[in-house]
């Protein structure tokens, strides 16, 4: 199985992680990122939320225009996959919690 990881990559990890603000993260993935890489990462992302929340598909299709393909990626990312939107997710809400 193909690993993301190197050392090339842990340095765009790194990046990431010196981000501060929402801004500063529009900032650095608007140049690193085209706009519609962006809008597909922010459509898994709201999937994936619409998902965790019990949102039935074809609700999800008709509010964020993913494919029922895209939808089944995310859903599977989700039960099988190695939990990064679970721990996002999970921060954010209990961030807004407190």
Do not use: H, W
Request: proline residues 1%; negative net charge.
């Amino acid at each position: 199985m193909e690993t993301l990881k190197n050392e090339r990559m842990d340095q765009l990890m790194k990046a990431l992680l010196t981000l501060e603000t929402v801004e500063e993260a529009y900032t650095f993935l608007e140049d690193l990122c085209s706009i519609n890489e962006l809008k597909a990462m922010e459509q898994r992302y709201t999937v994936a939320s619409m998902l965790r929340n019990k949102i039935p598909y074809n609700v999800i299709v008709k509010e964020t225009g993913a494919s029922t393909t895209t939808i089944s990626r995310v859903n599977r990312s989700l039960r099988y996959g190695k939990n990064g939107y679970e721990i996002v997710m999970g921060r954010l809400e209990a961030e807004e919690n407190q």
